[in-house]
């Protein structure tokens, strides 16, 4: 570690990211002195440096760093014997750059309002950071306009004429021009991200693929070209959505959320041997101890990483869990008819789950994963169409085993608004196990049937009782037939029956309205 001394202390360090010494704090410096503009370049110095210094530790802004900027700007008023209490931050802006003209202020004073900017841009305060570069540029002259459908914070940073650091300033940790280039690049990419999430597509383009051509580590430029990926995939574009995701596995071979992104896309076009790669690699992927990192210039201290923050991008950069992944290839071998396949997967699927903690389920509601039992149905059902039939038994006995006391013994048949008519038979609480009658059976499986079906294709437990009634499995197939959705687990089943007359299915419920004593 080499330090280099200024006029006042420790003003610059360079050493790798993550082993700077404790930061210089302006305020207990200057705690108890009277501001003066003699020493004042040299305090708005160390308040940078230390700043800096600060938000790379703490790997992010932290609280504070607003108040410590505000407290610098009143510190220039007061030794221009002018009050800056009482004023908002943006007023102190305004104060200051309009009316403090010391030359040798203007330095450290354009390399505390990138500062600002940054803090205001992690802070997602746009408005701010438009108005302050609007001081920045000329704080008495007119503003920079944006040409056509230039974005104005753009056009600002980029008419933004920083000034020239002569050789005797007092050193600082990050210059001041590429300070410049981050703020591009972040607000760029920010107000990209905003636009994909209110759906302006278009704008959301141009603003992502200015960012991809600004200046940021290879991990967010691969996080770029996905958000770019996601876009274009949006606008109808899945051909160029591919080449976007493609090029971000080149720059950052680790970005995984490409990959997740790219089987949806191959799914799009129906291209399921390219969907199936893009998922075996993913699994591959997630379940590989994550390599090294990619280098970070130490340098940088303040960097896009630190300033972008948007509810858009934490969803697209989560990471599938590998269950989920597992039971996507699983589901798509079996809808796509590659039944060895299915069943390898399936069975990897099940081992997976039964591990212990260490292979939790994810719990959010966006998991791609469906409740466990239907798991075990799923993958009985490949093994059934891969003629592994004593397999497919045991698969079904083990979930029979546990779920069984799940499944009530009795049933109060309530009507759900979903299914649409009145429940079959009459009120109270008939036995699940009750055989009276052929009729009565098979139109409470078809009833039963239709009820889960209405319900988005989920069958209750205590349906599989039902398979106890005489001829009732052909009449809830039946029904399940007659509705749609259907669980993944019946494709096999629903293939090897007949899709019956819907008179003949209403006349059965109609003998048994009629039979029970109630009108039809």
């Known amino acids: 570690m080499e330090a280099r001394l200024g006029h006042f202390g420790l003003l610059s360090v360079q050493t790798p990211l993550g082993t700077h010494p404790t930061p ?285 923050h948007s509810p858009a991008l934490a969803s697209l950069l989560s990471r599938s869990h590998p269950t989920e992944v597992k039971y996507l290839l699983a589901q798509r071998c079996l809808q796509a008819g590659r039944m060895a396949e299915a069943v390898e997967h399936y069975l990897d699927l099940l081992a997976l789950l039964q591990e212990g903690p260490q292979q939790q389920v994810p719990l959010h509601g966006r998991s791609a994963l469906p409740r466990i039992p239907e798991v075990f149905l799923e993958a009985a059902s490949a093994l059934e169409q891969l003629e592994r039939h004593k397999d497919a038994i045991a698969v079904c006995e083990e979930i029979i085993t546990r779920t069984e006391d799940l499944i009530p013994e009795t049933l109060r048949i309530e009507l759900n608004a979903s299914a649409g008519g009145e429940a079959p038979g009459r009120a109270g609480s008939p036995s699940l196990g009750d055989t009276r009658g052929v009729p009565a059976a098979a139109s409470q499986g078809a009833w039963l049937a239709r009820s889960a079906a209405g319900n988005g294709g989920a069958v209750p437990a205590w349906a599989l009782r039902v398979i106890r009634c005489p001829r009732a499995p052909r009449f809830l197939t039946c029904a399940l037939v007659s509705s749609r959705p259907y669980p993944l687990y019946l494709a096999s089943c629903l293939k090897q029956v007949n899709r019956p007359h819907d008179e003949a299915l209403a006349k059965d419920l109609q003998d048994y309205v009629r039979t029970s004593g109630q009108d039809p």
Not at 87 to 102: C, G
Not at 140 to 168: F, Y
Not at 227 to 236: E, F, N, P, V, Y
Not at 239 to 246: G, I, N, W
Request: include cysteine.
């Open 24 to 308: 210089l704090l302006c305020s207990s410096l200057t705690a108890g002195l009277p501001a003066a503009l003699p020493s004042l370049s040299l305090e708005l110095t160390v308040l940078y440096n230390s700043l800096l210094f600060a938000i790379s530790e703490s790997d992010g802004l932290v609280e504070g760093e607003a108040e410590r900027i505000s407290h610098g700007l009143i510190r220039v008023l007061e030794a221009c014997g002018v009050s800056g209490q009482d004023l908002s931050t943006e007023e102190l802006w305004q104060k200051v750059l309009q009316d403090v003209t010391t030359e040798e202020l203007c330095v450290p004073l354009h390399r505390l309002g990138a500062l600002q900017g940054a803090v205001w841009l992690a802070a997602n305060c746009l408005g701010s950071v438009t108005g302050l570069f609007r001081l920045l540029s000329d704080p008495k002259g007119p503003e920079p306009s944006a040409h056509g459908d230039e974005n104005e914070l753009l056009a600002l940073l980029k008419a933004w004429s920083v000034p020239v650091e002569e050789d005797a300033s007092p050193l600082v940790v990050q210059s001041i021009k590429d300070l410049k280039e981050i703020l591009w690049t972040s607000a760029a990419f920010l107000q990209g991200l905003q636009g994909l999430e209110a759906g302006n597509l278009p704008a959301a383009l141009s603003l992502l693929q200015a960012a991809a051509s600004g200046f940021c580590s290879k991990r967010v430029l691969a996080q770029i070209y996905t958000c770019l990926g996601r876009c274009t995939q949006q606008m109808g574009k899945p051909q160029t959505a591919l080449q976007h995701l493609k090029q971000a596995l080149q720059v950052d071979f680790q970005c995984v959320s490409a990959l997740s992104q790219a089987a949806l896309v191959y799914r799009q076009l129906g291209e399921t041997e390219a969907e199936l790669e893009a998922l075996t690699l993913l699994y591959k992927a997630l379940e590989t101890p994550a390599q090294e990192a990619i280098t970070i210039n130490p340098c940088l201290l303040i960097r896009t990483e630190l300033l972008v």
